[in-house]
């Protein structure tokens, strides 16, 4: 299916930064694939989408992202929808206090902070680079400078228990893998084509964190206090996605503070390490392909 509108495809979209993000993409007049777990909650936000703007193009692909394979069918369902894929941003993400292994074999948190995004974002290379100028965006974290150390092999394929202390750094692990994906896969695209950028949306009270218990409570004073809110957050996605001075722009990471560019954290900052990730990623999805 053709369209004349800009077509953007996001994950994440019915809460927190995604769904004011998606709100921001109708309104500049993008048609919208939504990638979503909850088919209720994919309908509430069309609805929502259809109070702001008149007009409003929008499309509901049902996968959960912490499953390869659904990312994956995701992927090939919005490739055989839309002609072009002018924006696809990977904004769903997970921070879980303990361990919960996917039927797939995966720890959770690992698959849909990164694993799933990567292959959804692998299924549709082919129509973004066809789409050319095209961009990709990563919502990543700075939780990713409590990663405390990575070592690609055995952090993707781990699904050890863990405190919810510990789940900070196993949650700044996977935001770390975000940020190396995002500067390797640069190096691989054709910036004229394709460019691939990921941020730091800074706190935002909802979505992440519902695990926690008393999270509603909590989101309910830090919003009367005007504290993380998550119009802040979207701002940068929005840029990003949308803002001429982002056009050539590739393998950034950029700060919710005035886009402020940020290095990728240690100790995955090195091209090698970022090659070594990329390398056991595909190994490893590549070995749950069905036979």
Known sequence: MTTTRPVAVITGA?????????LGLVRRGY??????????????????????????????????????????????????????????????GLHAFGQRTTA??????????????????????????????????????EAARRAGGITPATDLRSTARYTRRESMALYGRTKLMAIMWTQELARRLDTTQTTV????????????????????????????????????????????????????????YFSVRDAKPLQCPEPGRGEQVQRQLWSETVSLLDGMRPA
Do not use: W
Request: a neutral charge; hydrophobic letters at 45%.
């Open 14 to 22: 019915t809460s927190g930064l995604g769904r004011v993000t998606a």
């Open 197 to 252: 950028n990921c941020c730091d949306p800074g706190f935002n009270v909802t979505g992440l964190g519902r695990d926690l218990p008393g999270s509603a409570v909590l989101h309910r004073v830090l919003s009367t206090l005007r504290v993380g809110d998550p119009r802040r957050g979207a701002g940068i996605i929005l840029r990003l996605v949308t803002d001429p001075a982002f056009a050539s722009t590739s393998g950034g």
């Open 31 to 92: 048609r919208l694939g939504i990638v979503a777990r909850s088919e209720a909650k994919a309908g509430a936000l069309l609805t929502e989408l259809g109070s702001v703007a008149d007009d409003v193009q929008a499309d509901v692909f049902l996968a959960d992202l912490g499953l390869v394979a659904q990312a994956r069918r995701a992927g090939r369902e919005i490739a055989a929808r839309y002609g072009r894929v002018d924006a696809l941003v990977n904004n769903a």
């Open 104 to 141: 797939e074999g995966l720890a959770e948190m690992t698959a849909v902070n990164y694993l799933g995004p990567f292959a959804l974002t692998e299924e549709l290379t082919g129509t973004l680079r066809a789409s050319a100028p095209a961009r990709v965006v990563n919502v990543a974290s």
